[in-house]
């Protein structure tokens, strides 16, 4: 009997899990959370990030969360431009807000639904592009805002729009 029951219980979940990406749309936003209302600049600043390990900003002095900005290597609208297009060619990106100083994107996880929130803000002053990723649910994010950054930073890199 022990031995029908394991092999089951993976089936039974190995089809839930496909079901689940079939019908996402009807339980995704459970998932989703409230958009916070504490985004933008303010001040020169993007919001700081939560406590919980979940948010990077390249403005946060805390080692955990801190971040390198993105460094256009020539014209930081030619760089911003390039970031903003890329942004909207990313898989379930949703831009919100779009200016030509700053970019505001959800970026919406493909299993569960979960939505990030995604700022870009042109710093003229300091020449780069601030960053700010952050979960809106849970704790852990598995690392995914930082890698997010990371990887649309390379492509830019390959590019030729950063530094």
Sequence with gaps: MKSIVFPVIIVTIVVLLGLGMFLQPAWAGIFAGQRPNNLGVQAGQLAACPNSPNCVSSQSR?????IEPIR????IDQAFAALKQMVQTQPRTNIISASDDYLYAEFTSRLMGFVDDVEFYVDREAGVIQVRSASRLGESDLGVNRDRIETLRQALQAQGAVA
């Design 62 to 66: 805390d080692g955990s969360h801190q």
């Design 72 to 75: 256009p290597s020539g014209s």
